[in-house]
């Protein structure tokens, strides 16, 4: 089992960046693959970005590609978002996720953060 706190949430104007962060405590958590979700007000949570245990995979959802990258550092137990070009659009809450399943598995997870607050001004 494995818990995990989302951090670096807040307000940017659009055209800027954010870096958010996922700390898990646990263990084997370079057994896990990480994601990120978002979901606005009124909507349905979406998928963001995934990584797999190791890092060597990385897949994306297409409005993000080229202005996001996830990533992870196993000896600090962590995966991170780094996020540019903000848009209004990517106004939501951002939730960390990891399971231990393999990288291509459907994107359903068995582990979530409580989410963190990311707002873009226009």
């Known amino acids: 089992q494995v818990q995990l706190v989302e951090s670096g949430g807040g307000l940017v104007q659009a055209g800027g960046s954010l870096r958010l962060s996922c700390a898990a405590s646990g263990r084997a958590f370079s057994s896990y693959r990480m994601a990120w979700f978002r979901q606005a007000p009124g909507k349905e949570r979406e998928f963001v970005a995934t990584?797999?245990?190791?890092?060597?995979?990385?897949l994306y959802e297409d409005s993000v590609k080229g202005r996001f990258t996830i990533s992870r550092d196993n000896a600090k137990n962590t995966a991170y978002l780094q996020m540019n070009s903000l848009t209004p659009d990517d106004t939501g809450a951002y939730y960390c996720a990891a399971d231990q399943r393999s990288f291509w598995s459907p994107q359903n997870y068995d582990y979530w953060g409580q989410g963190t607050q990311v707002t873009v001004s226009s």
């Open positions: 990584i797999s245990s190791s890092g060597a995979r990385t």
